[in-house]
Every structure is written in C-alpha cells, then in structure tokens.
C-alpha cells in the first residue's frame, strides 16, 4: 500500500493520500490521536488508504476551539457569510470530477451518480447565498398604541451533523450549507466508513476559511465511530444535531439529545412504495421502478422497495421490468456503462441474502461470486403482510404486491412504520388530488408520475413516523438552524398596563 496504485493517482489531486491521513480539522489544524483504520474499496474489499481517526480527547479540543469561533462567525453579517459558502461552491466546482470518482470509489456508487451527488452539494451552496439575504422576520401588528412586535431568528451556536454513508456529502451539503449562512458553526462527523470523503470535502471547506482570515474552528470536521458520534449527542455545547442513519439509532440519538433539552433534526429509515394504477403509463412507469430500485445498488434512503400494481396492469409491468432488470450491467461503478455498482460492506451482502426470504424471486435473488460486495437486482413476488416488507432493506431488492383498489394501494403504502417517500403513476385528476391530499400518502414526500428519488434541493426533505420528522435542504428548512425571539418594543413613554398606578 506505499506506492499508489494508478487507480488511486487522483487521490493527491484532493489533498489526500493513498498511504496514511490524518482524519480531524480541529481548531484549523488537522490532527488525530485516535484509532488507525483502513478504508475499503467495496468493488474487491481491497485497502485505498489508512485514516486516523478522532480520540474523545481531539473532539474535546476540537468543540472548545468551536465554541469560541461561534462568537465571531454569529457576528458576521448574513450575506457576508453567504459569499463564503459561495466561495466553498466554486472551490467544489473546481475539483469536481476528482470528487465524484472518489466517492465512487469508495461509497461504491457509479461514478455519474458520484459527480452528481458532489453536484448537490454545489447547489446547495448556490441555493444558501440566496437564502443569506432572505433569513427575514415578521413584523406583527401590536394591539397596544405605540408599540411594536416583531419577530428576530438568530444563530443557535453550533451544529452537529452526523451522515451516512450512501450519501456521505450530500447530506452534509443539505445541512452546513444553511447552518453556515445561519451564522452556526458546525461540527461534522462523517460516515466511518467513508472517511476519505469526510477529508476531501474539508479540506476545500478549510482552504476558504483560511483564505478569507477566518477561523478554521467554524467547520470542524472528524472521522470516527459511535464513540464520536455519543460525544455529539450528549453534548451541551452543541443545541440542534442533525442525524442521518436508521430509525433504531436514530432514535438512541433523539433520547439523549433530549434528555439535555436539545434539538434533533432527524432523517432515517425509508421504505418507500411506487403505486401503479390501471390507467397509468407503463412505459414511463417501468422505467422509473428500474432507476428508484436499483440506481445506487438500492442503498438510497428513498429507493423504491414496494411497487404496488393493480391487479390489471400488474403482469404486463413485471414483464417490462423482468426485460430490463436483465439488460442491468453489473461491475466496477467507475467504468463506463455499469449501472450497478457493490453494496457498502460485505455485512449488506449479508443482509441482502437474508431480504430474500419468505416469497417467490421472479429474476436475480443471488450475491455475485468474487471479491467484492456485488448482488444481483432482485424482483420478488410477496404479500404486502409479510415481516420482511415492513423493514427497510439497504439493496436492490423490489417487493411487488397486487392490490385491486386505489384506497387499498393507499392503505399498503401507508402501513409501514417508515414514511419518508411515495410516488402513484396515473393519469386521472381525481387519483392525483386524493393521493396528496389528507386521506392518500402520509409520506414527507408525494410525487406523481416520477420515482420516489431524486428529490430536488428547492424542496423540504424529510418523512414522517420512523422516519424522522426532520427537513433538510430547500424551502423554510432554515429556521430549524435558528432560535425565532418574539420582540415587543415600546417606542412611547407610557406603559399601558400602568395607567393609574402612582410609583412615587
């Protein structure tokens, strides 16, 4: 592991290295007292680099140096602080591509979906300048005379945003892009097992702050696993945690957070139905179930992993889909026409075996042979009762269930515990208003005649039930990052509630 492998040349054109990194920007250094670990290329498990990682004693530093860089950055005026997540737009714009095939690379998605995911990022950040001169107040009428009310939203302080692995910047994106114009300082724990991506994005972060005289405290960033993430959420210090992973640990972090009357922003487990109805486009229907299913080897949080059909389209949809589940290349996610890259870790191949239990695989149903984490795209026919249905499954597994009625579509999407996306092909006016309106979907997110993924930045995204509550990105999802004062400003020299009182 000396010498790069020609694979791995690219690595120094990110600041990183294919032998050792150090994994924490602490207080504008980059440091690490912690763990040594190896990160894994998930197409042959094979080592890229080694990271070290965060010791419990970095963090300490580490939230100090936060702490007190939170002062300055809350004073700088919004706009002002707009321009530097520009500046760290145009720095990702710059490295781009290296970017993307790093997170193929190491994630395991194909290197289009790399690119466009560090994409997402740059336009969260060109969304988040707009939004610097947008964080407005109201002013409210006051019932009394020569008063006025209004409302104020400042910073909370700092922020803690722990992500995931499937989308191991992205999600970071949604978050410190508009924490940071909020005029918080963040503190980022990135996946465990995409640590090289954690480093690469915080280097160009760290470059800006430096560039413009500013503390490098304002982005704190560390590698490391739940002992990090513990610190995160029990800590004071930090009023909102933002955590992205799966219901069970998701709500672990919620109880501690709250139990020190913190904040959460939650975004969890996902299982999420597409509902074919008689009158739909089954063309366009099929070809959206093959994306939302099997695009990032299934391991999206809004992949789709129900698909429902009515009962009269329901073999005419399967066998579109059975064609062209056997067209889907398998391989290297960085070379050219692979559509399906490997699962993260050899423990999802395992979970993948285990998802195909309990009904009939119409096409795929096995772990390729070999070194890496490949599957094959499964389809399997099964009742929407079964255990496994209820469970989100991280791989390109389709449950397809039958059903005759829109109401009972509607009642199978709505039965799982998740509520995080949902989408209904049809053609009829009266499905589509009754599908987002209070009796259809009960999702944080409803689309019609497109797959459940993909979501846009403009939009708030989120579920509901076990899915969290949280909203991250678009829309009013800021004022989850500030604190709203109501103010009442008395500009007279009378007091109305004191008429009559004599104080001396």
């Known amino acids: 592991m000396g010498s790069a492998s020609k694979e791995y040349e690219f690595l120094s054109e990110i600041g990183l290295s294919s032998s050792h990194n150090l994994g924490n920007y602490i207080g504008g250094k980059w440091l690490g007292n912690g763990p ?17 990682e965060a010791s419990l004693e970095d963090y300490e530093t580490g939230l100090r140096a936060c702490e007190e860089a939170a002062k300055t950055w809350m004073q700088v005026p919004a706009p002002k602080r707009g321009d530097i997540v520009r500046q760290i737009g145009d720095a990702l714009r710059s490295k781009l591509d290296y970017l993307g095939r790093l997170l193929s690379l190491e994630m ?53 945003v722990i992500t995931a692995f499937n989308f191991p910047c992205a999600v970071l994106g949604w978050n410190a892009c508009i924490a940071l114009v909020c005029g918080n300082c963040v503190v980022w724990k990135g996946a465990p097992t995409t640590p090289l991506i954690t480093i690469a994005m915080t280097k160009l972060v760290a470059e800006v702050l430096e560039k413009n005289h500013l ?12 002992e990090i993430g513990e610190a ?10 933002s955590f992205t992973g799966s219901s069970k640990v998701g709500l672990t972090v919620q109880q ?6 913190g904040k959460t922003l939650l975004e969890l487990s996902g299982n999420n139905a597409i509902i074919v109805m008689d009158d739909a486009d089954i063309q366009l229907a099929a070809r959206s179930v093959l994306f939302a299913a099997v695009g990032t080897a299934g391991q999206r949080c809004t992949t789709c992993r129900r698909l429902l059909l009515h009962e009269s389209v329901y073999d005419k949809v399967l066998e579109q889909l059975l064609t062209s589940y056997k067209q889907v290349k398998i391989g290297d996610p960085l070379e050219k026409g692979t559509l399906l890259g490997p699962l993260h870790t050899p423990e999802s191949k395992k979970n993948f075996e285990k998802g195909i239990e309990g009904g009939k695989v119409l096409t795929g149903g096995k772990a390729v042979d ?25 791989a390109p597994v389709l449950y397809a269930l039958k059903f005759k009625t829109f109401e009972e579509a509607v009642a199978i999407n709505n039965s799982v515990p998740q509520g995080l996306s949902s989408s209904i092909f049809t053609r009829s006016p009266e499905n589509i208003f009754k599908w987002i309106g209070p009796m259809g979907s009960d999702c944080g997110i409803v689309n019609v005649n497109i797959p459940t993924n993909g979501a846009e930045i403009g939009g ?31 500009y007279g020299n009378e007091l109305p509630l004191a008429q009559g009182i004599n104080f001396g």
């Open 460 to 490: 708030a995204f989120g579920g509901e039930k076990a899915t969290g509550g949280g909203r991250e990105a678009g829309s009013d999802s800021w004022k989850q990052y500030m604190r709203r004062s109501t103010c009442t400003i008395n």
């Open 36 to 52: 040594l670990v190896s990160t894994l290329n998930p197409a042959n498990n094979q080592p890229i680099a080694q990271v070290v």
């Open 108 to 160: 395991g998605k194909i290197l289009a979906e790399g690119i466009g995911e560090v994409q997402e990022v740059i336009d969260m950040c060109d969304f988040a300048v707009g939004l610097s001169r947008q964080l407005n107040g109201s002013v409210i009428p006051s019932e009394r005379p020569n008063h006025m009310m209004l409302e104020m939203w400042n910073p909370l302080g700092i922020v803690g």
């Open 370 to 394: 070999g070194e890496g984490n490949f599957v094959e795209p499964t389809i399997i026919e099964i009742s929407s009762d079964a255990a496994v249905v209820k469970e989100e499954l991280f």
């Open 256 to 261: 501690t957070v709250s139990a020190r009357s």
């Open 232 to 241: 995160i959420a029990k800590d004071t210090r930090i009023p909102l945690v």
């Open 215 to 226: 503390p490098g405290a304002i982005f704190t960033a560390m590698c490391g696993g739940a």
